[in-house]
């Protein structure tokens, strides 16, 4: 893995709608996607990104052009369809971090370097003070390092607890740990792994008391597992439960609607679903643009409307793009921004609404 992978309402702006609302039994895909100004900042993929009151702040990275790690961060605000530099995140500039929001306050760290040096720092964005030597929106401060360098991990928050877990190191090594942050006391605390294989490059999405995380690779493969976590359970016994792994087929072996097994993919949730987009599938070196919708409560997925298909703009397929939902007057809607294909990083900003026109 010692190579960076290609990979994977609103105010008055311009978009182009995508697909149609889908109707009972008329098997048209769910959703529709719109494309929105473009991210401000350089074109990256490996980014990160985290939601404090209603604004996303998307930041680090790899940008290609200039073959380098990036550190800036910038703020988007959905209802006037603009972006916003905001200070930046002290450290080494990095790709492959994971960040997370928590009591109003935002969270990156780990990731890895240009030289392929794993890093473990970690540093918590408070949005409402102003840097005084800059005069930028947001200050930084360090808090406890990750317990060991890490990059391609997850993170995830749920029930206002958040966890960091999985991932590789510089020596090849993959994880299935899970690590829960106590802000409080500013300490990592080990929880139970993953089940399943170690793992890297995964994707997590929330969806009301559940954590789900599936894909990624190991061993230099794309895995198919998928598997939910159950923070209720968590110091009394096994919060993890595997789910029907995204082979295509179920249990006895029929085929059954699923999207391909896939690393490096965007993931958010909307109400009672999750939503599921890009990534590569049998390698690390490719990109999609489908989209899917997962439903809890019969482990199944349906397919959606993609942002490559859409008139007369197209998306790109790409993977390693952030994803994030914000609500808005229209309704909760999902995001995906930045990410590279084929040897690009892009710049561009697409918004999912589930229920369409």
């Known amino acids: 893995m010692k190579r960076f992978f290609v990979v994977c309402v609103l105010a008055v702006v311009c978009v182009v709608m995508t697909s149609c609302p889908p109707g009972p039994g008329d098997g048209l895909l769910i959703g529709t996607w719109s494309k929105l100004i473009d991210f401000e900042g ?3 993929s490996g980014a990160v990104a985290f939601v404090i009151n209603g604004y996303a702040y998307v930041g680090t990275g790899y940008n290609a052009k200039s073959s380098s790690s990036l550190r800036d961060f910038w703020r988007f605000d959905p209802m006037n369809s603009t972006w916003e530099k905001v200070s930046d995140l002290p450290g080494a500039p990095r790709v492959y971090a994971v960040a997370f929001a928590l009591n109003g306050k935002g ?3 780990t990731g890895t370097t240009d030289n392929f040096t794993g890093l473990s ?6 949005p409402d003070a102003v840097d005084p030597i800059t005069n930028s929106i947001g200050t930084w401060r360090k808090i406890a390092n990750f317990p060991g360098e890490r990059y391609g991990a997850v993170a995830f928050t749920i029930k206002n607890r958040a966890f960091v877990g999985t991932g590789t190191d510089a020596k090849d090594n993959t994880y299935s740990d899970i690590w829960e942050y106590d802000a409080t006391a500013n300490q990592w605390i080990k929880r139970n792994s993953i089940i399943g294989s170690k793992r890297a490059y995964s994707f997590v999405m929330t969806i009301n008391d559940y954590v789900y995380i599936g894909g990624g690779v190991s061993e230099g493969s794309v895995i198919p597992d998928f598997a939910r976590f159950d923070i209720n359970v968590l110091g009394s016994g096994q919060p993890w439960t595997a789910l029907n792994p995204l082979t295509g087929k179920n249990a006895g072996g029929s085929p059954i609607p699923q ?3 896939r690393s490096l993919a965007s993931a958010f949730s909307i109400g009672n679903f999750g939503y599921l987009s890009c990534g590569s599938y049998s390698n690390i070196s490719g990109a999609s643009s489908d989209t899917w919708q997962y439903d809890p409560l019969n482990d199944s997925w349906k397919k959606c409307s993609s942002f490559s298909d859409s008139t007369p703009y197209k998306g790109a397929p790409r993977n390693s793009a952030v994803a ?6 229209s309704g909760t809607l999902g995001y995906v921004a930045t990410g590279g294909t084929s040897g690009l990083r892009l710049e561009d900003l697409w918004v999912f609404n589930p229920i369409g026109n």
């Open 324 to 329: 994030f939902t914000i609500d808005t007057p």
């Open 107 to 109: 969270y990156v760290g």
């Open 121 to 126: 720092d970690f540093y918590e964005f408070s």
């Open 259 to 261: 999207p391909s097994a």
């Open 42 to 44: 350089d074109p990256r």
